[in-house]
Nanobody, 117 residues
Framework: QVQLVESGGGLVEPGGSLRLSCTASGIISTVYGIYIMGWYRQAPGKQRTLVAHITGGGITNYADSVKGRFTISRDNAKNTVYLQMNNLKPEDTAVYYC????????WGQGTQVTVSS
């Protein structure tokens, strides 16, 4: 059973930065590297949405709301995907999760990001 553990969230002022990490355990790295991994977020009262994803080879794609501010990357040897978030806005406040973008594994606990002055 694959387990996902997200970390790196916190409270930050508007304009600030955070770097999120998500590590998958229970899977060998050569298999992990095959999958397209995504970062999702869920704000209170809203559905979980995909904000960025990355192929095993490093091709990336972003939601319009985060394009130019967020950067997704991965280290397949470490079974880890990252999300560098710059110029954070209050509307980025949410719980952030990672998962495969198709046939996802069980969701992790997520990491809370709060952008507030």
């Amino acid at each position: 059973q694959v387990q996902l553990v997200e970390s790196g969230g916190g409270l930050v002022e508007p304009g600030g930065s955070l770097r999120l990490s998500c590590t998958a355990s229970g899977i060998i790295s050569t298999v992990y590297g095959i999958y397209i991994m995504g970062w999702y977020r869920q704000a209170p009262g809203k559905q979980r949405t995909l904000v960025a994803h990355i192929t095993g080879g490093g091709i990336t794609n972003y939601a319009d709301s985060v394009k130019g501010r967020f950067t997704i990357s991965r280290d397949n040897a470490k079974n880890t995907v990252y999300l560098q978030m710059n110029n954070l806005k209050p509307e980025d406040t949410a719980v952030y999760y990672c998962n495969k973008i198709t046939n996802g594994w069980p969701w992790g606990q997520g990491t809370q990001v709060t952008v507030s002055s």
